[in-house]
């Protein structure tokens, strides 16, 4: 049982990588906090100040990590946009590896979890996947498994490191990868092209939650240098080709961030909705950025 002075390991839910930063949390005794990824500085701010934290697959704005350097235990991250933290006290940055296996290597390194060969089939599906490999359809296949049953069936199935699929878990793989074939065809019908300082890109006000990067790499087979995915919630995921830097992008518009190839950001505040105009919008703040 966990008390207010236990370390906080702060990650995210809504992603492969985060929850198995959490499950690795759980197995080492930290109780996990779900934050998305911009809005961990205010989350720190109103909790209690003296509780240590740990982030893994998260991070801070520099004046932000300064600001609350005191009780950070570590910052495990492997995105573009931490680079600025690179070098400050307690940050481990490894943009070649995904946010929970450099997690997992922490966690051994200082005593807070034993090194188990069971742990690594599933790290390195996660990494293939998070990553976007091209041997990731174990991690993809996991993906479509961990958004249709949630975080629960996840934090159970994978407690103590892999685990088989049973043959129920793969009768149910073959059901979503037909809906998402479905869902993929139907937002590629809903992109709309535009040109931003010479890149063809294409924006999609998605339908509901699904295989955002499954659209966006067929969007980008399709010779787009940029995809700019708008969710119900006003989040954007975007992906690019090497011509488009997804992380600036993310962060010089839309308060984002992340990786060169795969970043997000928002458009509506957290809890809000995107209005009417929100694709024209994004059109153009993309292109008065890539001029």
Known sequence: MTSVGDPLLITHEHCLDGATCAVLGLAAGLEPAFVY??????????????????????ALPLAG????????????????????????PRVHLDLSRCGSTGLYHFLVDTGRLTADARWDPLLRAVDDYDLWRPEHKDG????????????AW??????????????????????LEQEEALFVARQ??????????GHPCAVVVVDGEGAMNEVAHALLQGGRHAVL???????????????????????????GGGHPRAAGGRIAPEGGTIGPD?????????????R
């Open 278 to 290: 929100a694709q024209q919008w994004l059109i153009a703040r993309t292109q008065a950025i890539l």
């Open 188 to 197: 590629i019908e809903r992109a709309v092209d535009f040109t931003a300082g």
């Open 65 to 88: 990590y300064r600001k609350a350097q005191d009780r950070i235990l570590a910052i495990v991250d492997h995105h573009q946009s931490s680079l600025p933290l690179q070098g400050e």
């Open 154 to 175: 996840y934090r159970e199935k994978y407690r103590t490191g892999f685990e088989p699929l049973t043959a129920e878990e793969r009768e149910r793989l073959a059901v």
């Open 229 to 255: 995915l708008i969710k119900p919630d006003g989040r954007i995921s975007c992906r690019t080709t090497p011509e488009v830097d997804a992380a600036q992008l993310m962060e010089e518009g839309f308060a």
């Open 37 to 58: 990824p911009d809005r961990v500085e205010a989350y720190l701010d109103g909790m209690a100040s003296d509780r240590p934290v740990i982030l893994a697959d998260v």
């Open 140 to 151: 993809e296949q996991l993906n479509r498994l961990f958004h249709d049953r949630g975080f």
